[in-house]
């Protein structure tokens, strides 16, 4: 029986200057480079494979696989670009990672980088995290003085340049797509696929998009082996991985367990919902991930078993609301954020998701009628699966949910003509006061 | 005329006639030349204007889009997509409140409130005294600490609205204010000329990790949980013969990160004037470290 809590990618954090090259090749950093130095490119894509790892930022798709799709023996520059854009409503995951250990990445990035064929690599970064962009900074400095980077890495003959890029504040540039146009200078908007990136992505070059936590999973694969890596998680969905439990729960953080963990396992080691109170609803993967309630807490937290029950894993950020929570209100807050990161490429998100805050709006306010419901539930249909990117499908998602779990709750509003919650309940520091 | 002859003079066409100080001109084209293509600079060359100039001026973008071979609307198109891109000047501090939803339940609104009434400003406004820009603004990635304040880019953790009313009293008194998960709180523009790739020298302030972050961790030490021993099997022979090999040449490279001040990839102007007057560098920003 694996432990509850595995903590791999997490292991070093608590270690004296845990973002430094010293603190990191204490615990044998880099040393997974050298191993996956020795072996071929192929071998290592092939080991990836083999330890089953899906990408960790959001869609679950086989890292190993993604990386085999990269053309062999082209002349073309081959590309690694890491998504660290980390900005999905709950999503806290990447940004912890990277402040405290940003050689994991790095060292993830050289081995991806080699196994790719790749000269040059990319991070892509949220411009609004300036700690975790000198982190970035600073390791990629360390690691070419160290002749981790650059050319002839440790005596192998291959040659990596790194480049730690800031966004600039936009939820869409973590759509894979929108990410190469913004870092190619332009508007960050999505790009027609196919041709998928692996054939023509960053300037128009093969290239690979992996999220931070993807990338840093493998380091240890190449230290401890594909069968090692597969021996935690579950069937289809292997490994170990950071879950994110925040809101209304007793010890909110970061939590490394294999895949599969359940929420009710989860909330028992990190002290339970907040005392005094319930459990009403929560986001198995971020706002974008169909909201589940209580029904749901023993639902395995893998891709097939989030799926199964309606909703998506998505990247595993455990937004927690209790009873004290209106979920109109939280519904119309990430609604009105949907249509403020809409791109405006295409139509039925630039409109829809305005018109959803409309009447959302209203509902929230106790006016409006119940038709409205019908209305939003028309609406979502109408943007579902007729837009362009997944931005959309994620607006929707919240909403279809709630009405489909707390629909009283809208009718509560419409019967007092106002919000029949207390906003003060739900917030910290009232927390801070029931407990003191 | 040779290759460097050319870039040499068209940039001193493109430089012609510019107000932006030289040395801004040279770090401009210095962002330039860091990409395949050199479109891919246009974000970090706004950043750098704004570190300059305070905000996105119409000069700035019709430097990038000589630069860059674009027309000015391009550029403009890009500049107003992003919102971290501001046509207004924006303050020494930009504290931004989140209030995304999980942070707005948990107390992120009532922050907002409470720092507008203080401040005396509306969303995306300034006091009057030029010190803070104050804006809402969205998930920052740190929920499990919220609710969540950022000045100037840095984590204000676990805020109330005291404690961000406090914060705030701080900045415009010119304290030192230190982030609860980073460094001490640089100027907006500093910041920004960090975000265009130019590093200052506080990577190593602050603590590794914060509570939220070692949550789980530091239940598994307690209750001695950890990952499946991996078997260290024959496979893993020759691999530390590479690794003993290698070690050789890396510890060297220790020493040349300890000793080299002019090795330092992107050096910013104040490290090679530490540099130059014999202070430390790299390994000397632990001295920051820990207090
Ligand atoms: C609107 C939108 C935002 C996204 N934001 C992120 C993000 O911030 N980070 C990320 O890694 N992936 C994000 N993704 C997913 C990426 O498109 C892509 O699937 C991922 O980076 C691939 O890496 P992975 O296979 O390692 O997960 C987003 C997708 C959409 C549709
Ligand atoms: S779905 Fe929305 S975000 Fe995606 S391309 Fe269309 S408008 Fe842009
Ligand atoms: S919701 Fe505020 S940091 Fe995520």
Known sequence: MTDPLTPVLSDNWDTDRSWTLAAYEQLDGYGALDKALGQTQDDVIELVKSSGLRGRGGAGFPAGMKWGFIPQGDDKPHYLVVNADESEPGTCKDIPLMMASPHTLVEGVIISAYAIRANLAFIYVRGEVLHVVRRLQRAVQEAYLAGHLGKDIHGSGFDLDVIVHAGAGAYICGEETALLDSLEGRRGQPRLRPPFPAVAGLYACPTVINNVETIASVPCILANGADWFSSMGTDKSKGTTLYSLSGHVNRPGQYEAPLGITLRQLLDVAGGVRHGHELKFWTPGGSSTPLLTAEHLDVPLDYEGVGAAGSMLGTKALQIFDETTCVVRAVLRWTEFYKHESCGKCTPCREGTWWLAQTLTRLEQGQGTEADLETLVDLCDNIVGRSFCALADGAAAPITSSIQFFRDEYLEHLRVGDCPFDREASTLFAMAGASA | ?291
């Open chain 2, 1 to 291: 005329m040779t290759d460097m002859e050319t870039t040499a003079a068209s940039r001193q066409q493109v430089d012609a006639g510019r107000e932006l100080p030289a040395a801004t001109l040279a770090e401009l084209h210095e962002i330039a030349a860091r990409y395949p293509d050199r479109r891919s600079a246009l974000l970090p060359m706004l950043h750098l204007l704004q570190s300059v100039q305070g905000r996105v001026t119409a000069e700035g973008i019709e430097t990038c889009a000589a630069m860059l071979d674009l027309s000015a609307a391009e550029v403009s198109g890009v500049a107003t997509f992003y919102t971290m891109y501001k046509r207004r000047p924006v303050g020494d501090y930009h504290v931004g409140v989140c209030t995304n939803t999980l942070c707005a339940v948990m107390g992120g609104d009532l922050i907002f409130e409470r720092l507008k009434g203080h401040l005396g400003v509306g969303n995306d406004e300034t006091t009057d005294d030029g010190k803070v820009t104050l804006e809402h603004i969205e998930c920052n990635a740190a929920c499990d600490y919220a609710p969540v304040m950022m000045v100037n880019w840095e984590f204000f953790d676990n805020q109330t609205p005291e404690s961000a009313a406090a914060v705030v009293d701080d900045l415009v008194a010119g304290n030192e204010v230190r982030a609860t998960r980073g460094a001490r709180v640089c100027t907006w523009r500093e910041a920004e000329r960090v975000l265009a790739g130019f590093p200052d020298d506080r990577a190593d302030e602050g603590p590794s990790a914060g509570p939220a972050s070692l949550a789980g961790l530091q239940l598994a030490r307690e209750r001695g949980w950890r990952a499946p021993q991996p078997d260290r099997g024959a496979a893993d022979g020759d691999a530390v013969a590479a690794d003993q090999a290698s070690k050789g040449v890396r510890e060297e490279s220790d020493v040349a990160v300890d000793a080299s001040p002019a090795g330092t990839r992107h050096q910013d102007k104040k490290r090679s004037r530490d540099a130059a007057a014999g202070t430390e560098t790299s390994n000397g920003s632990s001295k920051e470290a820990g207090t």
